[in-house]
């Protein structure tokens, strides 16, 4: 098992929910291979450096994962396949530096994913609570 | 020695501050090494030394990959995309 990164840039013209189905199938892809995937961490939609196959922007995500190096030809040979995907960037951590900064950069990925979950429901459950207030005077 | 240095010779800014490893994502850290035409610096104009270059050209080819940073940018290009970006 090594460790690796994959960053993914889906196609804009997809709509919110059919991004998310061709993550999901991306992220089958590597599991149901022997992957473990640690994080992922959505950067969302944004400009491309450079128009790729006619398109400005791209929706990235990027995927932390540990697999067997064998499995990895076959990952990016589907990746080339499937047509939602407009470019990936595959990197491998093999030393011990980088298998270091591996980790930190998951612990990164995690934080801010589970700190706007907790975050979100607060905002919610706070505008209720206005409006009983508003509704009580 | 007469002719003027256009940039001055400098440390290396990265083991200055410890730096062992890069990331590709992070945009705005790989600015100090890119020129306005999104070109490598040399290490003679930065200051760089060996080890943190090397490192640095791996991490900007990996971002010209990922469309994070142009390959190139023409009198055309810089008017549709300027620097917004690199943040």
Redesign the interface.
Known sequence: MRHYEN?V?VKPTLTTEETLVSIQAIEEEITSRGGIIATTNA?GTR????P?NKNER?YYH?IYYSIAPSEISEIERRFRINEDIL?F?T?KYDTN??I??WNK?VEKAQKPTSTPAEEAPIAIEEIPVDDAEVEAE | MSEKRKYKKRFCKYCESKVDFMDYKEVGALRFSLSERYKIMPRRLTGNCKRHQDMITIVIKRARAAALVPYTVTRTTVVTAPFENLR
């Open positions: 960053l840039i950067m400009k491309l450096a450079y790729i791209g990027v470019r960037v990197i530096r980088e270091a900064a950069l």
